[in-house]
């Protein structure tokens, strides 16, 4: 695998604008399922793919890298899987920390505690404190992560806030709202991908992707790349975003 930086024989994207790029990493099981393998194992090859678009998202200069891991609606899996997903991300993240904070990879981690294995959240806790300092690029492990349990969870938090008397409810804004959610630190998501052929948010990043650029591919998880991520951000350069915005291309008369 190539590190960032090394260079890859290939034309690097760069002045593309996607600061934030967020990706459901999707079509793991079905990859598996294909090779006739069981989809466990689609999950074990989603690592190198993961490693490889972490550094290909640095080559590229993008700011934010959000990463779907584990949403709160996959515990309706099997017991089987999920306990599999829990275990490999806890080992994923603890193998791979050193090496991602050798890159300068700041790590963060968005999602909900309740249910969460106690195992993964530490190892998620201990990847942020190594990684705090660091400002190549943010990666957000989305793990236990669902838009709406983000958005109830900020309600909670701000309801608490105002019956402590710390907020009035005349306050409330857009802006003061977003200071409760997981990271409210981060920017809004510019460029959503999704692997794997479906072509749904799944509730991943609902507040953060208002106005977010969609792109689906028909791309298993395991398959995607640097070099497919390049050519999703050479597409994104291309769209017009014009957040509600219109100009007349006819000069009034
Ligand atoms: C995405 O791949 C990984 C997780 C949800 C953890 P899937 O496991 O959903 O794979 P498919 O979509 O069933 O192929
Ligand atoms: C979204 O994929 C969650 C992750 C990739 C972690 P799913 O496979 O769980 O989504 P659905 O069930 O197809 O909507
Ligand atoms: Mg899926």
């Known amino acids: 695998m190539n590190e960032p930086g090394e260079p890859v024989g290939d034309h690097v994207p760069t002045g593309h604008g996607a600061d934030h790029v967020a ?13 006739n393998l069981p989809r466990t194992e689609g999950h074990k090859a989603g690592e190198d793919a993961l490693m490889d678009v972490i550094a290909g998202a640095i080559n590229a200069g993008v700011k934010v890298l959000s990463v779907y891991a584990f ?7 099997s017991p089987r899987e999920v306990s599999f997903l829990m275990g490999y991300s806890r080992d994923v993240i603890r193998k791979r920390r050193e090496e991602l904070n050798s890159w300068g ?21 201990e990847a942020e404190r190594l990684t705090r300092t660091n400002s190549t690029i943010t990666v957000n492990f989305c793990v236990n992560y669902g838009g709406r349990a983000e958005i ?8 608490l806030d105002v019956q402590r008397g710390r907020v009035r409810p005349s306050q409330i804004n857009e802006d003061l709202f977003g200071t409760y959610l997981y990271q409210p630190d981060l920017p809004d998501v510019d460029l959503f991908i999704r692997t794997g052929g479906d072509q749904r948010s799944s509730n991943f990043l609902l507040w953060e992707s208002s106005y977010a650029e969609y792109m ?14 390049w050519q999703c951000l050479e597409r994104y350069a291309t769209r017009e975003r014009r957040f509600g915005s219109a100009t007349d291309a006819v000069a009034d008369r």
């Open 23 to 35: 990706i459901v990493m999707d079509g793991n099981g079905r990859w598996a399922n294909a090779r």
């Open 71 to 77: 949403s709160t609606e996959n515990w309706k899996r």
């Open 105 to 125: 990879v700041k790590i963060v981690w968005s999602g909900r505690q309740a249910r969460l294995w106690g195992s993964v959240l530490k190892e998620l806790k």
């Open 216 to 229: 689906f591919l028909d791309l298993a998880w395991p398959d995607f790349d640097r070099r497919a991520l």
């Open 152 to 159: 109830a969870d900020a309600a909670a938090e701000l309801a």
